[in-house]
């Protein structure tokens, strides 16, 4: 099917969901038993969180929004408010979470010192984070309640005359926070150690100047901050895009690797983080890297992408970090900013088949780049208007506690579901259920279910719809165009939609 027909397609189902005229599709044989589902893996209860990326905070060079000029990678931007209320009011629909703050640019940030007077960065540091910037992060922090998950500067600017890092700017930031009243919950080295030559680190620079680095960082934090939980390697694509890169890129890759880095200190994290990105957007083009289009977007390939990395850092976890939990700490529709549909309601589909497959995995923690900046952001940037995957997170956040189900028999090959207890609620269940397909399906879902059901007019619109209506937040924080829709029996699930549902009295003993 032709992407215009598709669009055209979600067009009309949004209009009968309006109308309550969508025809119901076959009934499954036997209703779903929600209360025989058994636990098979438990999530942290921050399961899903987010990234606010370090140039954010300090302001400058990041990802070029689509429409500039050509070959535009890069354009300037102000420093975000934090403090901003709308900013803060739609965060705290996303709690629990951690924020991470972190990027490929707070590897060459600079942390004045107390009283130090900066104009603009030394020599080996491309940017500048103020005191008042840091505490800013903190505020946000604490008012959130989301506790802070960073990586610290490594590059050139921390090194001592041998080309060692030095733990200088790293215990600065730790001093900061604490005088500011706050912590760090959990801290990368630095990020993205199988990429050295996007951070500007030493000509050469590779796993065996990790392997050195690595153990002067590990002595130092479990001295300087002994109750932050350290993660590692914190590495980009190795079991996905990786494996598909031009030449030049794949050679540059070669010199630094997660395998070698974990092999020269195992044992030594207290959970293992990686990073993945389905492909790179249209601005990597560029640099040699594969883009995927919206055509490919309802594919099994594209919607199950998640699993290759899953499975490749699981497999290096257990090699040298038996035991230990697994994090994704950066995550999103693609590298170098999102495409242009990583706004739109197209990408929701991958958004929360990620999360579900992932939490069956048994994937700790899944952070999302980012929470407001450039095109893969839950919330847009200039406007703060939340974007399809930004509900996606609110109705997960809301609905999918940490105990993870198995899940029962979907309707149909095209139907992803995802089961998990309901939360705050004892013996509930809830469900995702993420309808690729370009026909109606249905759940049995017996007496007491709710059901939120997402649609769009257009796969590739930017404002969706939860059961006909238009969800908002307001400016005083409230949550509106959001209330559930109860279920007689069974719940239609509209072609290409995605719903949630809530069972309170499903009885499930997995979930009391």
């Known amino acids: 099917m032709t992407l215009m027909k598709t669009l055209f397609r979600s067009a009309l189902t949004a209009s009968l969901l309006a109308t309550g005229a969508i025809p119901l599709a076959a009934q499954p044989v036997q209703p779903l038993n929600l209360s025989a589902l058994p636990k098979i893996a438990e999530v ?74 900066v104009a603009k960065a030394p020599n080996g540091f491309n940017e500048v984070l103020t005191r008042d910037m840091w505490r800013g992060v903190v505020g946000f922090s604490k008012a959130l309640d989301a506790p802070i998950v960073t990586s610290f500067a490594a590059g050139i600017g921390t090194r001592d005359a041998a080309g060692v890092w030095t733990p200088a700017q790293a215990q600065r930031l730790i001093d900061l926070t604490r005088s500011a009243g706050g912590s760090l919950f959990a801290a990368e080295f630095f ?126 976890r257990d090699k040298y970090e038996p035991g230990k939990p697994l994090w994704l700490t950066e995550t999103a529709q693609a590298a170098c900013g999102g495409s242009p549909w990583a706004s739109t309601f197209l990408d929701s589909f991958r958004y929360v088949s990620q999360l579900g497959q992932l939490a069956q995995q048994g994937v700790r923690v899944v952070m999302h780049n980012t929470l407001s900046a450039s095109d893969y952001a839950l919330i847009d940037e200039d406007t703060l208007t939340p974007r399809p995957n930004y509900w996606a997170a609110v109705l997960w956040a809301r609905l999918m506690g940490p105990k993870v189900l198995a899940a029962p028999a ?11 207890c309901l939360r705050g609620k004892p013996g509930g269940v809830a469900l995702a259920a993420v309808n690729s397909g370009t026909t109606a399906q249905s759940l049995a879902l017996g007496k007491g279910a709710v059901a939120y059901v997402m649609t769009a007019a257009k796969l590739d619109d930017r404002t969706i719809e939860v059961n006909g209506a238009a969800p908002n937040v307001t400016g005083a924080g409230a949550v509106t165009g959001l209330a559930p829709r109860a279920v007689r029996s069974s719940l239609v699930l509209p072609p290409q939609s995605i719903a949630y549902v809530a069972v309170a009295g499903a009885g499930n003993p997995a979930c009391r």
């Open 44 to 117: 942290d209860n921050r399961f899903q969180s987010y990234n606010i990326e370090m140039v954010e905070v300090t302001g400058g060079r990041f990802w070029a929004p689509y429409g500039g000029p050509p070959g535009e990678m890069y354009r300037q931007r102000a420093a975000l408010d934090l403090a901003n209320p709308r900013l803060r009011h739609l965060a705290r629909q996303l709690k629990p979470a951690y924020v991470r703050v972190s990027g490929t640019w707070a590897t060459n940030t600079y942390l004045p010192a107390e009283g130090e007077a």
């Open 191 to 316: 990020n993205e150690p199988n990429m050295p030559f996007a951070s500007d680190l030493p000509k050469g620079y590779g796993s065996k100047e990790y392997v050195r680095d690595f153990k002067v960082f590990h002595a130092w934090a479990r001295r300087a901050a002994p109750n932050m939980l350290i993660l590692g390697p914190g590495s980009v694509g190795e079991g996905s895009i990786a494996t598909n890169l031009p030449p030049h890129l794949a050679e540059a890759l070669r010199i630094s690797t997660s395998d070698a880095m974990m092999a020269g200190t195992p044992g030594s994290v207290d959970a293992v983080s990686y990073h993945h990105y389905g492909s790179g957007s249209q601005r990597c083009a560029a640099q040699g890297m594969a883009s995927t289009t919206a055509a490919d977007a309802m594919t099994k390939t594209w919607l199950t992408g998640t699993l290759k990395d899953a499975a490749y850092y699981a497999a290096l």
């Open 410 to 420: 979907a309707p149909s090959p095209e139907v992803g579901l995802y089961a998990h």
